[in-house]
């Protein structure tokens, strides 16, 4: 699958590229935790506070705005506290960045790419968050508010007592991720992928915002791709507003300060290049060893890999 991967990019004249697995500087997005380390030699830099990344977006935008052209990268990452059936600490991520795409036309790649990995015909649907929130639930998901969201999972009967929540933790958007997550994710993509775009602008995290006629809302320029009840990737119209970016991760700090997290200083060097300037581009992050787990007919992503975490 490794092999595939690398000949279908390079059918494509995509460039593969390496950047550092630790970073300065971690993502502030609240719903990502970051595993630290700290350099321990001598000289200036002991006791040093480093990360493993994330995911090598902010590194390989910093190589976009160098002029690397499109760009991919097969990179391992590390996320704090994902643990479970689907999640391990450490796992394999295909991240890439293509020049003057939009996410419609990065949709179509990516749902490419998957077809070819798991030996389906080329074909994938698409539909916006809103329209999807409409046709499950009959709400308006770039509305709703709180209240009338925790109604809909009642009606559903979902008890948040069962996940050890209660409603009073939930904010607006995670009530969204709960309700999407629990109601509508488990139908998504039975036949062929299925890509979820245009999302609420306060999940827009680092793509483009849009007026949308179909839901007469601001949206993120975002998708998702979904097959077989399962995420696999995530991407964005990439945001090229070294201010704009600054606001949203202050805002992103700002959260964090609500939940009583730790806050993340912006990378700052990633700010310098996004004001040099980045390319129009789309780009995308897909969870390598979940398309192993659904090419090898396995439930547990814990059986598509070697080496979990607690077996390492």
Not at 238 to 257: K, S
């Amino acid at each position: 699958m490794l092999a595939r991967i690398r000949a279908f990019f390079a059918a494509r004249a995509v460039l593969e590229v390496e950047t550092p697995v630790l970073a300065h500087h971690a993502v502030t997005d609240p719903q990502l935790h970051s595993l630290q380390t700290r350099r321990t030699g001598p000289g200036a830099a002991h006791g040093e506070l480093l990360y493993l990344h994330t995911s090598p977006e902010f590194a390989m935008k910093r190589l976009l705005c160098a002029g690397a052209g499109s760009i991919y990268q097969i990179a391992r990452v590390f996320r704090d506290g994902e643990s479970g059936r689907m999640h391990n600490p450490e796992f394999t991520l295909i991240e890439w960045y293509r020049l003057d795409f939009d996410h419609h036309r990065l949709m179509e790649e990516t749902a490419a790419l998957v077809c070819e990995l798991l030996a389906l015909p080329f074909a994938y649907d698409k539909q916006s968050y809103g329209a999807l929130f409409r046709q499950y639930l009959g709400i308006d998901p770039h509305r709703a508010q709180t209240a009338q969201l925790a109604e809909c999972a009642a009606h559903h009967g979902l008890d948040l007592a069962g996940f050890d929540i209660s409603g009073a933790e939930l904010t607006r958007d995670a009530w969204l991720d709960f309700l999407l997550s629990h109601l509508i994710q488990p139908k998504l993509g039975s036949e062929r992928p299925l890509c979820i775009y245009d999302y609420p602008v306060s999940q827009a995290a680092l793509a483009r915002l849009r007026w949308e006629e179909e839901s007469a809302a601001m949206v993120g320029e975002r998708f998702e791709l979904y097959f077989r009840g399962i995420e696999l990737a995530n991407g964005y119209h990439e945001l090229g507003d070294a201010n704009e970016q600054r606001a949203r991760f202050e805002r992103d700090n700002a959260l964090r300060r609500e939940a009583g997290e730790m806050e993340i200083a912006p990378d700052e060097r990633l700010l310098v290049a996004l004001a040099y300037g980045l390319p129009a581009c789309a780009g995308v992050a897909l969870g390598f060893d979940r398309l192993v787990m659904l090419a090898a007919g396995l439930t547990d992503i814990a059986e598509a890999m070697a080496f979990t975490t607690d077996r390492a």
